[in-house]
Every structure is written in C-alpha cells, then in structure tokens.
C-alpha cells in the first residue's frame, strides 16, 4: 500500500514509518520539521532498509498536500502531525487548535479530493477525562477534556465521526494512546524533547545521564499502592506496530472505531524509576514532591478491543522499555 504518514519524522511517526517499511509498504511522509529533526528519514532508511519519500511540508497547505496526492495514489493515511504539549496549550490553546484542527480539515478535504477514504488518527487516553473509571474502556462516554490540546483530540475524534456518518465509504480508525515510552532498539530513533521535559520517561533518561540533578515524583500520597500515580507505559516500537494492524484493519471496515492501545496494567512512577535502575545500571535521584495540577492518580486500558478487532497486544516488557530510552538517550549522537 501507498500510505502517507503526516508527522512521520516524530517520536510515534518515525517508529510507525520503520514498521511500515519493514512489512513492504511504500511510506510517504508528510512533516514541517516543528518537532523533529531533519535527519529522522535517513535514520528511518538506516533502520528499515528502504527509504520514506519524504516531504517538508506543512499539512495544512493545501497546494502542498495535493501535490503529494497527485505524485502518489495514497491508499490509506496515517495522521500524526499535531501538537501535543499539554502545558503548552493552556497557555497558548489558539496555536493549538489552529494547528490540530487545520491540519485535519484540510488533510480531509485533499483525501476527499482524490477519493482516498481510510485514516488512522492518534488520538489520546486523554479523551477519557476525569470521571471514568480504570481500566478504560472504548464504549465510557469520551466528551469531556481538561486542556485545549485534549479538546483538539476530542474534537478530531467528533470530525472524523462525522465525516463516516456522512459518507458510508469512509474509514477511520481512532487509536486512543496510553503513555508511549522506549526508543528504537538500534538506539537510532526515540523521544529527545527540547528543553526540561514534561514528561516522566525524557525526564528520567536526562537524570540518569546527569543532565538534570534530580527528578520530582509529583505525589507520594495518592491512593494507589505505593502512593504515587500509576499509568498505561507502553513500547513505541509495540504502539508502531498497531498501527500496521489499524490501516489493515480500517481499509476494510467503513465507520469510525475508537480503539485503545496500551497494556492493560498500570505501573507506578516508583516502580518505573526502580525497573529504569535495574534495566540500566543507572542511579535516578528522586524526591517525592507535590502533586501536578491535572493528574489523575491511575490510568490504564482495557486493551481487550484491540486484541479482538485487530489482533494486536503490547509484548514489551517495562525492563525494555527502560533499556531502549537509555540506549537512545546516552547517545551523545542524538542531542
Ligand atoms: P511528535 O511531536 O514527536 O510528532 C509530531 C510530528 O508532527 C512532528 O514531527 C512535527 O514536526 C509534525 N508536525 C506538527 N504539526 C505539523 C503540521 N502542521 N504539518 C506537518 N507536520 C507537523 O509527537 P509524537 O509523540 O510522535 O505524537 C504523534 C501524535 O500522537 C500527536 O498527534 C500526539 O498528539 C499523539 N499522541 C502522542 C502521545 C505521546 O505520549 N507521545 C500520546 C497520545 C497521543
Ligand atoms: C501527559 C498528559 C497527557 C498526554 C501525555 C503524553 C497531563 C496531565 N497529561 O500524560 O494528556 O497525552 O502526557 O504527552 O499532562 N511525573 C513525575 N515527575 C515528572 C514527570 C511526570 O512524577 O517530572 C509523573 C506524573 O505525575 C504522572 C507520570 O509521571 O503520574 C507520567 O507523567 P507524564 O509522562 O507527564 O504522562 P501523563 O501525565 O500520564
């Protein structure tokens, strides 16, 4: 298949484009450049012995996308270019609903401009807001977010819902995210944030390499096993992957499916810092500090749809995970 993946120079993207290539698809991919580097193709040929096409574009240009449409019959898109910074939208949620909701119109009208009708779109377990119970199931109600950059998925979620009502040709396949960690095992491709990162795993890694002195654990006092929060951790490389059963899945199946991808089981932030220690040998300093406004003490999937609709299921284990952020981080190669 000709598949076009926006934002395929990015952490999830980069990871999908391998997998992609690695099962015999020809990969077209669609990035600007705002969050990755300009090497991460070459880096993906390296890796997947075949080369992407590549294109530095800006998927809400129009002219541009069509272009890509008219050099290549696209069977089927996968659409990861966004934002994605939590932080960063509540201070700035008019960059992010531009660029989110933007990206997807216009990637839609050019779709619809040449009759392609199938994409896979990364949407979030942020989507299950606060008052669900754990472990997340596809069919809770998904209506409400706590920051713009949530609201962007819920939205993108409702357009392409939409967008299958109207016409009954149309494939989407909503894949909801849990907390992608790890790195390409060649050490080759993975998660290099700029600045002090938001996130736990780019954190630990920078401590453990002696970037940053110590990591804060937001809140020891939660009502949870160990007293800190405990999250979904899954393997980019395993998130890559089902996204390959998803395009498969979706070009035969018209609607719009939500469908989880994470593990099923959740691990707290102590258990991840001791399993980074165990997998690297690296000591991660930490303190137990206060807790971060939005966080919600336990997330993870019910990842039982998934295994049903597309066969899929995590196979990485969490000493992996911890194995594969190291060996990308400690690259000096790649900051
Ligand atoms: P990333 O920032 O590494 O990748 C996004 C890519 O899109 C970047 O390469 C960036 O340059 C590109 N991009 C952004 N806007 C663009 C535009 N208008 N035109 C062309 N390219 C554009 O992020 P990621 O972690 O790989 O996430 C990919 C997708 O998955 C995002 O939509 C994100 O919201 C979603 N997601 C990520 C996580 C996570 O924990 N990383 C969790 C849930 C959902
Ligand atoms: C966050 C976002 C979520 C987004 C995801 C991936 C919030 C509230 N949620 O999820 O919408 O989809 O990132 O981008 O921002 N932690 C520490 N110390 C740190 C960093 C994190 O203790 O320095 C803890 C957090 O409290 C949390 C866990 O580690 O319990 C994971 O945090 P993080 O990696 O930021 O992911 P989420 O908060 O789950």
Known sequence: MNVLVTGGAGYIGSHTCVELLQAGH????ADNLSNASADVPERIAVIAGAAPVFYQVDVRDKDALREIFRAYAIDSVIHFAGFKAVGESCREPLKYYRNNIDSTLTLLEVMGEFGCK??????????????????????????????PY????????QILRDQASADPEFRAVLLRYFNPIGAHPT???GDDPNGIPNNLMPYVARVAAGILPKLTVFGGDY???????????????????????AI????SHPGAEAINLGTGSGVSVLELVHAFTRATGREVPYVIGPRRDGDLPMVWADAGKAKA?????????LEEMCRDSWSFASKAGNR
């Open 223 to 245: 009502d949870t096993p160990d007293g800190t929060c405990l999250r979904d951790y899954l393997h980019v490389v395993d998130l890559a992957k089902g996204h390959l059963a």
């Open 187 to 189: 050490g080759l491709l």
């Open 309 to 317: 609709l597309l066969g899929w299921t995590a196979e990485k284990t």
């Open 118 to 147: 199938t994409i896979v779109f990364s949407s979030s377990a942020t989507v299950y807001g606060p008052n669900n119970p754990v472990p997340y199931r596809e069919d809770m109600p998904a209506n409400v977010a706590t920051n």
């Open 26 to 29: 020809r990969v077209i991919i």
């Open 150 to 157: 949530g609201w962007t998925k819920l939205m993108i979620e």
């Open 248 to 251: 498969d899945y979706a070009a």
